[in-house]
T-cell receptor
Framework: DTAVSQTPKYLVTQMGNDKSIKCEQN?????MYWYKQDSKKFLKIMFS???????INETVPNRFSPKSPDKAHLNLHINSLELGDSAVYFC??????????????FGPGTRLTVL | AQSVTQLDSHVSVSEGTPVLLRCNYS??????LFWYVQHPNKGLQLLLK??????LVKGINGFEAEFKKSETSFHLTKPSAHMSDAAEYFC????????????FGSGTRLLVRP
């Protein structure tokens, strides 16, 4: 049983296309996150949702739109894909939104390649 | 602003020898600090965390880290490396604004030689 799952695992697409990455967690957590890891392994938070409400929204282009239909799902939709969007995207979840108290559990990642 | 600096991008050790992965932090307040591990093609897993309790923190798989305020360091150690320890390790600090977001270091790749 995978705690945090992401689909697809790999995504190869052309510039200008629109794509979505799905994330589901079966841990009963109330907070979910999207992180971007670039080619140099640098990892940075993009968004965070707590009980389906957006609580962290970093300086991310408007082409990125997260959607949380329920507490167990946080999807990431990307419009007009650019070469610079190529990265590994990680979903994570936690019970509560304070890392000092609440461990974040990460999914396996989605490797997005924009050609 | 909070930040962490991982002093080595790569560390190579022989199996059975000690591991030392270095991390220095910058924070105006007493920070919460973490070490995460990422095995190849896998997500990140929490190794250990420091949250202003004991300065020597024990984690999973025999790893531990010591919080040293005077040196602003939070180095990760293990007495004896196993082949399975080969992975990328991230030192992480929490932001002290209301977001509490995790701020990641640049990572250290640990290579374990047979």
């Amino acid at each position: 049983d995978t705690a945090v799952s992401q689909t697809p695992k790999y995504l190869v697409t052309q510039m200008g296309n629109d794509k979505s990455i799905k994330c589901e967690q079966n841990l009963g957590h109330d907070t979910m996150y999207w992180y971007k890891q670039d080619s140099k392994k640098f990892l940075k938070i993009m968004f965070s949702y707590n009980n389906k409400e957006l609580i962290i929204n970093e300086t991310v282009p408007n082409r990125f739109s997260p959607k949380s239909p329920d507490k167990a799902h946080l999807n990431l939709h990307i419009n007009s894909l650019e070469l610079g969007d190529s990265a590994v995207y990680f979903c994570a979840s936690s019970q509560g939104d304070i890392p000092s108290y609440n461990e974040q559990f990460f999914g396996p990642g989605t490797r997005l390649t924009v050609l | 602003a909070q930040s962490v600096t991982q002093l080595d991008s790569h560390v190579s050790v022989s199996e059975g020898t000690p591991v030392l992965l270095r991390c220095n932090y910058s924070s105006s307040y007493s920070p919460s600090l973490f070490w995460y591990v990422q095995h190849p093609n896998k997500g990140l897993q929490l190794l250990l965390k420091y949250t202003s309790a004991a300065t020597l923190v024990k984690g999973i798989n025999g790893f531990e880290a010591e919080f040293k305020k005077s040196e602003t360091s939070f180095h990760l150690t293990k007495p004896s490396a196993h082949m399975s320890d080969a992975a990328e390790y991230f030192c992480v600090v929490t932001a002290m604004d209301s977001s509490y977001k995790l701020i990641f270091g640049s990572g250290t790749r640990l290579l374990v030689r047979p």
